[in-house]
């Protein structure tokens, strides 16, 4: 069974950075794409970042510019660089993977149980 742990998540002020960091239990080599997802408060989880095999990039607009995803494919890890946070990237973020064969690189297959980011104004 797929697992991912995110790991690196907490309270940063407004302007600072965090980075993230999801480990799977399997070779992400074997996924079609992984990435993020976050969900605030009372709102619908969204796409953040995700990132296919291959190695290209994607960011919903409100990230573009101040995060970046990356893989290490030996450590089976994807990390999520935040830099300029803004107190509207609080959320709980959800690491995700999809298996080959997923119509979107936004398919879930298997989620994280999730790391909190509080950014403090």
């Known amino acids: 069974q797929v697992q991912l742990v995110e790991s690196g998540g907490g309270l940063v002020q407004a302007g600072g950075s965090l980075r993230l960091s999801c480990l799977a239990s399997t070779s992400i080599l074997g996924f079609n794409a992984m990435g993020w997802y976050r969900q605030a408060p009372g709102k619908e989880r969204e796409p953040v970042a995700g990132t296919p095999n291959e190695g290209s990039t994607m960011y919903a607009d409100s990230v573009k510019g101040r995060f970046t995803i990356s893989r290490d494919n030996d450590k089976n890890t994807v990390y999520l660089q935040m830099n300029s946070l803004k107190p509207e990237d609080t959320a709980v973020y959800f690491c995700?993977?999809?298996?080959?064969?997923?119509?979107?690189?936004?398919?879930?297959?298997?989620w994280g149980k999730g790391t909190l980011v509080t950014v403090s104004s």
């Open positions: 995700y993977a999809n298996d080959w064969g997923a119509e979107s690189i936004w398919n879930v297959h298997y």
